[in-house]
């Protein structure tokens, strides 16, 4: 059977600071500038999740975008949007939630409710204009 891969878009909103706590307030300030406001800023992200594998011949699928909504609304939006992602998400106290790293942690919390044959790719746009991709490797 050929391999295909299905796309399905979503949004949240969240806000974010990224700092190092071990650094100092002018180190955090010269690497992470305007992204280090102690009061923190928010952006209006979008993400697009692949799924890539074999068209199942009972279904027509790759995978039923349906479900595929739901894993996105459950694992990714419920759990960041309208939040403080580094008061309000567990993940966040200790990780600085970059772009880079919200894109791995919403890979991993998808990756989990995914047969292995099914292949997986996020891409988290921060911005219209700047956006990261993670596919596992």
Known sequence: MP???????AHF??????????WSGEKNQEVFGKCN???FHGHNYE????????INPETGYVIDLGILKQLIRSE????????????EVEEFKTLN??????????????????PDSLDLEVTLY?????YVRYSGK
């Open 47 to 54: 993400i697009v999740v692949a799924v890539t594998g074999e």
């Open 76 to 87: 990714i939006e419920d759990a960041f949007d309208h939040k403080n992602l580094n008061v």
């Open 13 to 22: 909103n969240a806000a974010h600071r990224l700092f190092r706590p071990d």
């Open 37 to 39: 406001n102690p009061n």
């Open 3 to 9: 391999r295909i891969t299905a796309y399905r878009k």
């Open 126 to 130: 921060e911005t219209p204009r700047n």
């Open 97 to 114: 939630p970059t772009a880079e790293n919200i894109c791995v942690l919403s890979y991993q919390k998808l990756r989990k409710h995914l």
